[in-house]
């Protein structure tokens, strides 16, 4: 039987490994995701702490997104700010 602590620990280790490549896929690889798939990846980093993933996601999502009735709300820090 898989512990709930087994699944966190699965959890953060996706979050370690993947912080680079989920920041990246819609502007290096072209992924299209979906609002809510963009959105749910997003909350995952920021669930984990890891809120520049998360903004990443959002920030490239936001830019390529298609559809055009509900924009996100990107909360972008100081320091990812590139103006
Ligand atoms: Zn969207």
């Given at each position: 039987m898989i512990t709930a602590r087994e699944q966190m620990q699965a959890a953060q280790t996706f979050i370690d490994q993947w912080a680079c490549l989920a920041s990246t896929l819609v502007d290096d690889y072209e992924c299209?995701?979906?609002?809510?798939?963009?959105?749910?990846?997003?909350?995952?980093?920021?669930?984990f702490g890891d809120t520049f993933t998360a903004e990443e996601v959002m920030?490239?999502?936001?830019?390529?997104?298609?559809?055009?009735?509900?924009?996100?709300?990107?909360?972008?820090?100081?320091?990812?700010?590139t103006a």
């Open positions: 299209h995701m979906t609002c809510s798939e963009a959105e749910s990846l997003a909350a995952l980093f920021r669930a920030r490239a999502h936001s830019e390529k997104d298609d559809e055009e009735d509900e924009p996100h709300e990107v909360h972008v820090t100081d320091s990812a700010e």
